[in-house]
């Protein structure tokens, strides 16, 4: 069994930055992928990105593309979303979750395991 610890997360100005961390503990190479995903008050949960345990591809959808950038630290056992150019939009709870369902531009939850989430506000 999985377990995700994200941290990271704060309070930070438009157009700044901030960097995520998933840390998995147990049975990770069981899962064949990592993804990002987050929720905003009042909103579905929307997927962000992942990475691909196997290969270390990498998946975006496009309201995050070009400003997010996914990787992994498999000595550490660590997945990490490094957040640019934030803007307000982006203010929500980020979670890690194992196995979702990858595809360029969309990102999907699937019956994997999930981290507790991080709080992520962009506001001056």
């Known amino acids: 069994q999985v377990q995700l610890v994200e941290s990271g997360g704060g309070l930070v100005k438009p157009g700044g930055s901030l960097r995520l961390s998933c840390a998995a503990s147990?049975?990770?190479?069981?899962?064949?992928?990592i993804g990002w995903f987050r929720q905003a008050p009042g909103k579905e949960r929307e997927g962000v990105s992942c990475?691909?345990?196997?290969?270390?591809?990498?998946y975006y959808v496009d309201s995050v593309k070009g400003r997010f950038t996914v990787s992994r630290d498999n000595a550490k056992n660590t997945f990490y979303l490094q957040m640019n150019s934030l803007k307000p939009e982006d203010t929500a709870v980020y979670y890690c979750?194992?196995?979702?369902?990858?595809?360029?531009?969309?990102?999907?939850?699937?019956?994997?395991?999930w981290g507790q989430g991080t709080q992520v506000t962009v506001s001056l």
């Open positions: 979750a194992t196995n979702p369902t990858c595809m360029e531009g969309t990102v999907d939850a699937g019956r994997g395991a």
């Open positions: 990475i691909s345990n196997s290969d270390g591809t990498t």
């Open positions: 147990g049975s990770i190479r069981d899962s064949y992928a």
